[in-house]
T-cell receptor, first 117, second 110 residues
Framework: DSGVTQTPKHLITATGQRVTLRCSPR?????VYWYQQSLDQGLQFLIQ???????AKGNILERFSAQQFPDLHSELNLSSLELGDSALYFCASSVEIDGGGAYNEQFFGPGTRLTVL | DAKTTQPPSMDCAEGRAANLPCNHSTISGNEYVYWYRQIHSQGPQYIIH???NNETNEMASLIITEDRKSSTLILPHATLRDTAVYYCIHSGAGSYQLTFGKGTKLSVIP
């Protein structure tokens, strides 16, 4: 158990709909990352939040958005869903110690499997 | 993008050492080498990391070449539960996101 929780575990919805995925990081971790894993694209970084603020963006579509709340949990919002959005969505958290050269071990949650029909 | 090169698949007999190679010739001086693994569709699991020196923990050993352009992950006594996809990644301070390649699918055979 990594200490990172994600809900729901499974989500089935229709094209055009909107869904929200939730992530609770490990206690004390300030950074939250979202990754998407699809069969054809592999594991891809979407976005990172650090202590409530957006820190880095990867291959995140404009239809997707995220936020991190004061209690440090994070939500990933996916709208106008398409068949190609079907994937596993992972959240990870880390302490992220700043200061040049610091390493950054990430702890991944169990993922949310999204199926768009 | 930070890119690494790994063999797509490897087999290892149960109880033997599994040696997984990785080429990371584009690594920068302040970047660490990380190894993660993903068992079936579970969330990736951190294994080990290193900067210049060889490292060992309870899970594995990491051997980094002197020029830092390649590394080898060693699982000393592979078990069936080590069957997974192993990812080698390099990432540094200021750029904490992990760029996953296709990894190596390790099959431990009884």
């Amino acid at each position: 158990d990594s200490g990172v929780t994600q809900t729901p575990k499974h989500l089935i919805t229709a094209t055009g709909q909107r869904v929200t995925l939730r992530c609770s990081p490990r206690s004390g971790d300030l950074s939250v990352y979202w990754y998407q894993q699809s069969l054809d694209q592999g594991l891809q970084f979407l976005i990172q939040y650090y202590n409530g603020e957006e820190r880095a963006k990867g291959n995140i579509l404009e239809r997707f958005s995220a936020q991190q709340f004061p209690d440090l949990h994070s939500e990933l919002n996916l709208s106008s869903l398409e068949l190609g959005d079907s994937a596993l969505y992972f959240c990870a958290s880390s302490v992220e110690i700043d200061g040049g050269g610091a390493y950054n071990e990430q702890f991944f949650g169990p993922g949310t499997r999204l199926t768009v029909l | 993008d930070a890119k690494t090169t790994q063999p797509p698949s490897m087999d290892c007999a149960e109880g033997r050492a599994a040696n997984l190679p990785c080429n990371h010739s584009t690594i920068s001086g302040n970047e660490y080498v990380y190894w993660y693994r993903q068992i079936h569709s579970q969330g990736p699991q951190y294994i080990i990391h290193g900067l210049k020196n060889n490292e060992t923990n309870e899970m594995a050993s990491l051997i980094i070449t002197e020029d830092r352009k390649s590394s080898t992950l060693i699982l000393p006594h592979a078990t069936l539960r080590d069957t997974a996809v192993y990812y080698c990644i390099h990432s540094g301070a200021g750029s904490y996101q992990l760029t996953f390649g296709k990894g190596t699918k390790l099959s431990v055979i009884p």
